[in-house]
C-alpha cells in the first residue's frame, strides 16, 4: 500500500482527568511529527528520572538527622489541626517521610497499609514538586527530606546540591 504525507487522518486523545477525548484531523506527517515528539518527551522523562536516581540517599542517610517519629507525628498532626488550608511543601515532605520511615519498620517482604500510604503520599509531593513519575517516589522523599534537614540544619552543601 502506499500512503500520502498528506493525507487526512483523524486522531483521538484521551487522557487521565479530561472530561472527553479531543479529536482532531491530521495529516500523516503531523502524525509522524506528533509521535516523535510523544518518543522524545518519553525519554527527556525517563533521563531526568535516571539523574534524580543517582542522587538518591538511603534511608538511613535521608534520615540520620531526622527528628524521632513520635516528633515528627506530633508536629505533623499539630500543624494540620492548626491550619489545614493552608498546608506547605515543607508539610507534605514532612509527613511523606514521615510515613516513609513508618513503613520501613515493617517487615519489606509484606504489603502494609503502612508502605501503601507512604507510596501514595510521596506520590501527592512528586505531583507538588512536578517531578518526573518515572522515578521512585519514596526514593524521591528521601532525597528531598535529606536536602530539607540539611538546610534546616545549616549545611552549605544542601543549598548547592539541591
Known amino acids: 500500500m502506499n500512503f500520502s504525507d498528506n493525507e487526512i487522518m483523524t ?18 506527517r503531523q502524525l509522524d511529527a506528533l509521535l516523535v515528539a510523544l518518543d522524545n518527551m518519553a525519554a527527556d522523562t525517563y533521563e531526568a528520572a535516571r539523574r534524580l536516581a543517582q542522587k538518591w540517599p538511603t534511608s538511613e542517610a535521608a534520615y540520620a538527622n531526622a527528628p524521632t517519629i ?4 506530633a508536629w505533623t498532626e499539630s ?5 489545614a488550608d493552608e498546608l506547605d511543601r515543607d508539610w507534605y515532605l514532612r509527613h511523606a517521610a514521615l510515613l516513609d520511615r513508618v513503613a520501613l519498620r515493617d517487615d519489606p517482604d509484606q504489603d502494609t497499609c503502612a508502605a501503601e500510604d507512604a507510596e501514595a503520599t510521596a506520590i501527592v509531593l512528586l505531583d507538588i514538586d512536578q517531578a518526573p513519575r518515572g522515578c521512585d517516589p519514596r526514593a524521591y522523599v528521601r532525597q528531598q527530606y535529606a536536602h530539607w534537614i540539611a538546610e534546616q540544619m545549616g549545611d552549605p552543601w544542601a543549598s548547592s546540591n539541591s
Open 11 to 28: 486522531v483521538e486523545l484521551d487522557c487521565p482527568g479530561w472530561t472527553k477525548p479531543h479529536t482532531c484531523d491530521i495529516t500523516r
Open 70 to 73: 513520635a516528633y515528627e507525628q
Open 79 to 83: 500543624t494540620a489541626n492548626a491550619s
